[in-house]
């Protein structure tokens, strides 16, 4: 167990009104067994005057949860549960960048995923959690494919509430490399902005993520600090680069947690503000990586749990503290509860990606209808200790806001409020 100090701003337990705890506790029951609202946000709007809209990426969303890059979210069918359930948004599935003739330098992460599994970890802490393992990386299908998931998502999410979001990996050179295949981003770049654009109803951005992932913590493309920190200066200019306009874009990179300390952490986000051409958005921050980790016969992956959380809070408060108000940004790692999410948002994100928690154990969920995404909302929202509605309002309480409408971006940021 780590004697560092807890990087937790929020006390353990909610102080709240009795009766209003016994009130979310019954909706708590009610809706395991029927079944969350139809509306949810504007049930909460009424019953407990909260406002859970949001944006991400600069852009309006009806609630902060979305769902990560990954396999939960490359094909249509997932994509349809989702927006059924409600999630504020999704990231597609990471795509590999190609050129015009179909080459790509990242091939390597073009790794179909042949076996995952679910199971429980314990921090350096000792607090418990879960992790998901797994083998392989980013989009193993055809980039047309891919395109047609774009398509096919934003035609679901058409009538809906629900942003879709596209993820790629472009090439990063190596230390021993100085050239950059632009080719790689000019082509994909527009191909994805113009299957997100077809049949849209309007011409808002495109949100784009670019996948720095976990896998690159132990990949021999960072083995040097210098080179990391020149890709998180280059990356934005060259995805806008073969854009007739560059509005049409919204950027933002998704911070892996580097093999390095969380002083190199701190120079790597400070690397994405700093730049000429800056990042819309950022996502912070990608999973942890451990070269001796094993799973299916590989050493060497990718790992979730309280030592990420732990890890991220740690470094959004001191860059909260010691640089300049940050850009938008969305929190991802270990986000289990809407009181996780909230301490994330205390320190600057307006919205919460999940992955891990979409696929829990159906025992691990309370509620017995509906899909995984629903019964992962209902806990997120409802649960009467962890969930967001009574940490909201315990938050609201302690920041003095009006008790006739409280709303999650007047929280947004406040991390010194203890």
Not at 28 to 43: D, S
Request: proline share 6%; hydrophobic share 40%.
């Amino acid at each position: 167990m780590s004697d560092a100090p807890s990087p937790h701003l929020l006390p353990e337990h909610p102080v709240v009104d009795a009766a209003l705890r016994e009130t979310i506790a019954q909706d708590y029951q009610t809706f395991a067994k029927q079944g969350l609202p139809t509306n949810l946000e504007a049930y909460l709007a009424e019953r407990y005057h909260i406002d859970v809209a949001s944006t991400y990426a600069g852009l309006p969303i009806a609630n902060p949860f979305g769902k990560a890059s990954g396999q939960l979210s490359m094909t249509a069918r997932q994509v349809e549960e989702d927006v059924q359930a409600g999630l504020g948004f999704v990231v597609l599935k990471t795509v590999i960048a190609q050129d015009e003739t179909g080459a790509q330098t990242m091939g390597e992460w073009a790794v179909k995923e042949s076996r995952m599994v679910v199971e429980p970890i314990t921090g350096q802490s000792g607090k418990s959690g879960w992790t998901v393992s797994w083998k392989g990386r980013g989009w193993w299908g055809t980039f047309d494919e891919y395109l047609q998931l774009i398509r096919a998502a934003r035609q679901i999410a058409a009538d809906g509430n629900t942003l879709i979001v596209p993820s790629c990996k472009y090439h990063l050179p190596t230390p021993e490399e100085d050239v950059w295949k632009e080719s790689e981003y000019r082509y994909t770049t527009a191909k994805i902005l113009e299957a997100w654009q077809a049949d849209a109803a309007t011409d808002d951005p495109m949100p784009l993520e670019k996948d720095f992932s976990p896998t690159l913590a132990g990949s021999d493309r960072s083995a040097q600090q210098a080179k990391i920190l020149e890709w998180l200066r280059t990356v934005p200019r060259l995805i806008r680069a073969g854009l007739a306009d560059a509005a049409q874009v919204r950027v933002g990179l998704k911070v892996f947690n580097a093999l390095f300390d969380d002083d190199f952490q701190l120079a790597m986000l400070q690397a994405i503000h700093d730049g000429e051409t800056r990042p819309d958005f950022f996502i912070y921050g990608n999973r942890l990586f451990d070269p001796n980790r094993e799973f299916d016969g590989k050493r060497g992956i990718a790992y979730g749990g309280p030592d990420l959380s732990d890890r991220n809070l740690r470094i959004m408060s001191r860059f909260q503290t010691e640089c300049d108000p940050p850009l938008p940004w969305s929190a991802t790692g270990d986000i289990h509860s809407g009181k996780m999410a909230l301490e994330y948002a205390l320190r600057g994100a307006s919205s919460f990606q999940l992955h891990t928690f979409f696929q829990m154990p159906n025992a691990h969920y309370t509620a017995t209808v509906g899909n995984k995404t629903q019964k992962a909302l209902h806990e997120l929202y409802f649960h009467p200790e962890q969930g967001l509605i009574v940490w909201m309002l315990y938050l609201a309480s302690v920041l003095g806001l009006p008790r006739g409408g409280v709303r999650l971006t007047d929280m947004i940021g406040h991390g010194g409020y203890v």
